[in-house]
């Protein structure tokens, strides 16, 4: 008869299986040597990014957003988390799966950016935040400190939230398209951005944000898969992995061209109507009061 041991390794190999087969390789944990591999057939995430599909998406001022395919949503894999010997739903321990999550990130070597980094740099903020802030990449002070917009930038984005009654303390949550600082500070590579997008759409799955702000032309371009300029995507609401969805400037650059700072307040307040649009929808779908 098997040891509870045995089984929980066999199962433990599974799901393993099963997250490899969905990211398209993209864990790499241990598992249990001579046990036959789970094959399933389906396109890497990274073949998804190439060709993606231009679904597109009715933005508020008649213009069109491309959205990622669904198979990046399902490359998101497992909602599940091997943590200290048990498992744990998402679903049911959510911040047990985002420190999991983080534990996977920080001992990352799925690109080039784990050999330069002094720390990798997860995410933080809140669960079931109001809004996920995604940025671009960490910059040398994130870098040093494993939290991202922790700079001059990350300063200016915390004023930006606080004007519409957001906090990465209290109701937020900021992450970055890649969780490695490029070298000199230069935009991620594709295949970087590729590599780490796993991760960021698990954050999203376990979080489960209200909605998601793109801060700056590479999180809107990665996220988007489009080519399109930031002063064209800023600004037009959509929607993201279904969640709805809103692009504006990078703090960095509106600290170097105050002109930017008139747009930003107006998709903050943008941003403000899509939570209270959120909240008021779930209003509506509650049970009528008892009056
Ligand atoms: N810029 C970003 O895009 N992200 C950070 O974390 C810091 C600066």
Known sequence: MKTLNEICTEYQN?????????????????????????????????????RPHQVKTQTGEGQSLAVPPASAERASGSRRAFTGGSFLSAAANPAAALEALAEEVRGCSLCPLCEKRKQAVPGVGVINPLVMVIGEAPGAEEDQKGEPFVGPAGRYLDKWLEAVGLSRHVNAYIANIVKCRPPENRDPAPEE???????????????????????????????????????????????????????????????????????????????KGLIDAQDAGQADAGAAPDF
């Open 193 to 271: 951005a590729a590599a780490c997008m796993p991760y960021l759409l698990r954050q999203t799955q376990i979080i489960r944000p209200k909605t998601v702000l793109a801060a700056g032309r590479v999180a809107a371009q990665n996220l988007l898969q489009t080519g399109e300029g930031i002063g064209r995507l800023r600004g037009q609401s959509g929607t993201w992995q279904g969640l709805p969805f809103l692009a504006t400037y990078h703090p960095s650059a509106v600290l170097r061209d105050p002109q930017l700072r008139r747009p930003v307040w107006d998709d903050m307040k943008k941003l």
């Open 14 to 50: 599974i799901v393993y299986d099963l997250e490899e087969a969905l990211t398209g390789g993209n864990f790499r944990r241990h598992r249990e040597p001579g046990k036959p591999k789970i094959i399933l057939e389906r396109p890497s995430h990274s073949a998804a990014i190439e």
